[in-house]
C-alpha cells in the first residue's frame, strides 16, 4: 500500500527541539522530492519545506516562517523523511504533515499527521 | 509569494443544492509552459487533505463528478453539483505555477 506515515510529535517547551520522521512505503521513496507542510489549530495548510531527490543533489528550501530553524533531511536507504525542528516558538504549534510532490498539480499523497504543541 | 482569497470563507448550503466556492490569485497562474497550475484540495474534518482537481479543471481518481473545476488567468471556481453529506469540510485551492506553492484560506462547507 502506498502511503506514509509520520512520528516524532508531541509537547515541547518554547526554545527546544523535536525531530519528526516520516515512513514511507508502497513507492520508490529515493525518486521523488518530499515536502513538509502545516496546519495551525483552526487555521489553513502552509507549506514548511521540501528537500529533493539525489539527482538534484537533496537541496533543501523553506518558508521564510521557519528558515534557519527548520531542517529537512532524508534517508533513502529507509524510506524515511525527518524535520529537525529547533528554537520551536509557540506560533509552530500545528499538525505537520509530510507530503509526497506531485510537481506543479500539488500534493497526492499525504501522512496522517503528527501534532506538536509548543507550550510552556 | 502569489496570495490566493477565497471567497466565501463559510458556505452553509442545502442537501442536494448547488454549492460554489470562488478562489482569486494575486497573479496570472499561466505557466510558461502554457499549464494553468490551479488545484483544489478538500479536507474534511479530522482528516488530511486530498487533492480533489488539478490543473484548473481535471479531477483526481474516485473524486465524484458532481465536483468540477473552472477558470482562467487569475479567477477560478469549484463547483458543487449537488451537496452531499461526505462533502463537509474545507476546501482549499492551491497555486503552482510560482514557487513557492501557496494556498489559499479556505472556505469551510457545511449543512444547513
Known amino acids: 500500500e502506498v502511503q506514509l506515515v509520520e512520528s516524532g510529535g508531541g509537547l515541547v517547551q518554547p526554545g527546544g527541539s523535536l525531530r519528526l520522521s516520516c515512513a514511507a512505503s508502497?513507492?520508490?521513496?529515493?525518486?521523488?522530492?518530499m515536502d513538509w507542510v502545516r496546519q495551525a489549530p483552526g487555521k489553513g495548510l502552509e507549506w514548511v519545506g521540501r528537500?529533493?531527490?539525489?539527482?538534484?543533489?537533496?537541496?533543501?528550501e523553506y518558508a521564510a516562517s521557519v528558515k534557519g530553524r527548520f531542517s529537512i533531511s532524508r534517508d533513502d536507504s529507509k524510506n524515511s523523511l525527518h524535520l529537525q525542528m529547533n528554537s520551536l516558538k509557540t506560533e509552530d504549534t500545528a499538525v505537520y504533515y509530510c507530503?509526497?510532490?506531485?510537481?506543479?498539480?500539488?500534493?497526492?499523497?499525504w501522512g496522517q499527521g503528527s501534532l506538536v504543541t509548543v507550550s510552556s | 509569494d502569489v496570495v490566493m482569497t477565497h471567497s466565501p470563507l463559510s458556505l452553509p448550503v442545502t442537501l442536494g443544492q448547488p454549492a460554489s466556492i470562488s478562489c482569486r490569485s494575486s497573479?496570472?497562474?499561466?505557466?510558461?509552459?502554457?499549464?494553468?497550475?490551479l488545484n483544489w484540495f478538500q479536507q474534511r474534518p479530522g482528516q488530511s487533505p486530498r487533492r480533489l482537481i488539478y490543473?484548473?479543471?481535471n479531477r483526481d481518481s474516485g473524486v465524484p463528478d458532481r465536483f468540477s473545476g473552472s477558470g482562467s488567468g487569475t479567477d477560478f471556481t469549484l463547483k458543487i453539483s449537488r451537496v452531499e453529506a461526505e462533502d463537509v469540510g474545507v476546501y482549499y485551492c492551491?497555486?503552482?505555477?510560482?514557487?513557492?506553492?501557496?494556498f489559499g484560506q479556505g472556505t469551510k462547507v457545511e449543512i444547513k
Open positions: 508502497g513507492f520508490t521513496f529515493s525518486d521523488y522530492y
Open positions: 507530503a509526497r510532490d506531485g510537481g506543479n498539480s500539488g500534493w497526492y499523497l
Open positions: 528537500i529533493r531527490n539525489k539527482a538534484k543533489s537533496y537541496t533543501t
Open positions: 490543473k484548473v479543471s
Open positions: 497573479q496570472s497562474l499561466v505557466h510558461s509552459d502554457g499549464n494553468t497550475y
Open positions: 492551491m497555486q503552482g505555477t510560482h514557487w513557492p506553492w501557496t
